[in-house]
T-cell receptor, first 113, second 119 residues
Framework: DAKTTQPPSMDCAEGRAANLPCNHS???????VYWYRQIHSQGPQYIIH???NNETNEMASLIITEDRKSSTLILPHATLRDTAVYYCIVRVPKNTGGFKTIFGAGTRLFVKA | NAGVTQTPKFRVLKTGQSMTLLCAQD?????MYWYRQDPGMGLRLIHYSVGEGTTAKGEVPDGYNVSRLKKQNFLLGLESAAPSQTSVYFCASSTSGGLAGGSSYNEQFFGPGTRLTVL
């Protein structure tokens, strides 16, 4: 039932770009990809979402491949405060209406000084 | 704005006891959600509400009940706690469809969590 695949952990040097990949090969044509992060012991925080075009906001950029089977979240200049678990999320429509959201285990990003 | 707040932050229960977790939001959001998070796992949706007086089941609703009597509050109840309900519980809210529902998407704002242990 897994809809997204992410590496369990990644390291990044402070000040460098952090590129977090996500595979969502079974995504349907009208489903968005969402990214949230969870800093230790806190509630998840929204980062960005996109459909098929690349997106950028004040926190990050989202690059979605043309076939939409994978995407990459980019933190352009990672800081120590970006150390967190990053979740790539796809909503799956339910037959009964509404959506089922599968968070998965996410990628634990360690930003090192 | 306080955003989303949860009460209590920590609680220890004995098997069979009951309790209610309170979630409050001051952003006038229509949608509210309850999730649970177990070690090494992502969040799983328990119940959600699309407006005052409404509730709906999520992915793991068994053993929990919810109520949304006021727009700003969403209560999660455990009638007879079991060790399997040991978890961290997160509440969230959004203006309309978040990760769980609605044809459009709006950012979900999460509370700080409640750590519940059932012995």
């Amino acid at each position: 039932d897994a809809k997204t695949t992410q590496p369990p952990s990644m390291d990044c040097a402070e000040g460098r770009a952090a590129n977090l990949p996500c595979n969502h090969s079974t995504i349907s044509g009208n489903e968005y990809v969402y990214w949230y992060r969870q800093i230790h012991s806190q509630g998840p925080q929204y980062i960005i979402h996109g459909l098929k075009n690349n997106e950028t906001n004040e926190m990050a950029s989202l690059i979605i491949t043309e076939d939409r089977k994978s995407s990459t979240l980019i933190l352009p200049h990672a800081t120590l405060r970006d150390t967190a678990v990053y979740y790539c999320i796809v909503r799956v429509p339910k037959n009964t209406g509404g959506f089922k959201t599968i968070f998965g285990a996410g990628t634990r990003l360690f930003v090192k000084a | 704005n306080a955003g989303v707040t949860q009460t209590p932050k920590f609680r220890v229960l004995k098997t069979g006891q009951s309790m209610t977790l309170l979630c409050a939001q001051d952003m006038n959001h229509e949608y509210m959600y309850w999730y649970r998070q177990d070690p090494g796992m992502g969040l799983r949706l328990i119940h959600y509400s699309v407006g005052e007086g409404t509730t709906a089941k999520g992915e793991v609703p068994d053993g929990y009940n919810v109520s949304r009597l006021k727009k700003q509050n969403f209560l999660l109840g455990l009638e007879s706690a079991a060790p399997s309900q040991t978890s961290v519980y997160f509440c969230a809210s959004s203006t309309s469809g978040g990760l769980a529902g609605g044809s459009s998407y709006n950012e979900q704002f999460f509370g700080p969590g409640t750590r519940l242990t059932v012995l």
